[in-house]
């Protein structure tokens, strides 16, 4: 177990961990595939932004998460020597 939280965090390390998700693309694109139909081009801007502005939140909120994790586990390492 020790070695899948080692590789988790590693994967964490990544400095473009949504990038690297092909899960997450794919739903990005296709909320964007669907936004392009939206024929009010100020209600399409206005929904697109208010998403990337959910996602950046989101993303804020799991990095602190992540680095909080970090800093447990680097303090629990410490403690364990």
């Known amino acids: 177990m020790k070695s899948c939280n080692n590789k988790n965090m590693e994967n964490l390390k990544k400095e ?3 990038a690297n998700s092909q899960k997450y693309l794919k739903e990005l694109q296709a909320f964007l595939d669907k936004a392009e ?4 081009e100020e209600l399409r801007k206005d929904i697109i932004f208010q998403m990337l502005k959910c996602d950046n ?6 990095e602190s998460i992540f680095n909080k994790y ?3 586990k680097s303090l ?3 403690e364990d020597d």
């Open 16 to 18: 473009n961990w949504k």
């Open 37 to 40: 139909n939206i024929e009010n």
């Open 57 to 62: 939140e989101l993303t804020l909120l799991a």
């Open 70 to 72: 970090k800093k447990e």
């Open 76 to 78: 629990k390492e410490c």
